[in-house]
């Protein structure tokens, strides 16, 4: 079965320092990974995916991704975190029923980045 | 930029009362799916939709819950009879194409059941 896990509950870091928020998936076959960012009260922002080509994906808001298939790993990065970026954060992977790539989104428990001044 | 937009924002209701939860996806989308986030809980995935009729369904998505679009804009979600288990968000959205496109979420309705 599709699984994403996000093993932080909470990443704190400072204002100015880099960021990793991490993210590991189990898919059979090669996997589509998103990275979803919700701030309160707010619905879920789409942040950046992999689907194939380069490992280092670009996103919103400065922040990128590096594919890892070796580790299957799909971590968010940004080298320089600014205390607006504090929110929710949902790694997730479309599920790859036997047909292919179905629509479903299965989603980690999310990591609550909280970033200090 | 286009948006998903959901309404209400919040809607309280009692058990055992019909909700009816409504999108409005964006404009040319062709995949409509509603998925929940429980308080403190992942967000889990109940239902797709795509021409007008469902593509794919969840486990929690049960005789209780139907999913419509009724003319050629909204998008909504019926829970017929609803439980308290079923206060949590529940969040719209809409993508262009199946597979690796991603979907756009609105806003989310917070649905509380007492």
């Known amino acids: 079965a599709q699984s994403v896990a996000q093993p932080e509950d909470q990443v704190n870091v400072a204002e100015g320092n880099p960021l990793t928020v991490k993210c590991t998936y189990s898919v059979s076959g090669n996997p589509y990974l998103f990275w979803y960012v919700q701030y309160p009260n707010r619905g879920l922002q789409f942040l950046l995916k992999y689907i194939t080509g380069d490992n280092l994906v670009k996103g919103s808001y400065g922040f990128e991704a590096e594919f890892n298939k070796s580790q299957t790993s799909f971590h968010l990065k940004k080298p320089s975190a600014l205390v607006s970026d504090s929110a929710l954060y949902f790694c997730a992977v479309r599920d790859m029923g036997s047909g292919g790539a179905t629509n479903k989104l299965i989603f980690g428990t999310g990591t609550l980045l909280a970033v200090q001044p | 930029e286009p948006e998903v937009t959901q309404t209400p924002s919040h809607q309280v209701t009692q058990m055992g009362q019909e909700v009816i939860l409504r999108c409005v996806p964006i404009s040319n989308h062709l995949y409509f799916y509603w998925y929940r986030q429980i308080l403190g809980q992942k967000v889990e995935f109940l239902v797709s939709f795509y021409n007008n009729e469902i593509s794919e369904k969840s486990e929690i998505f049960d005789d209780q819950f139907s999913v419509e679009r009724p003319d050629g804009s909204n998008f909504t979600l019926k829970i017929r009879s609803t439980k308290l288990e079923d206060s949590a968000m529940y969040f719209c959205?809409?993508?262009?194409?199946?597979?690796?496109?991603?979907?756009?979420f609105g806003q989310g309705t917070r649905l509380t059941v007492v």
């Open positions: 959205a809409s993508s262009s194409a199946r597979g690796h496109t991603e979907a756009f």
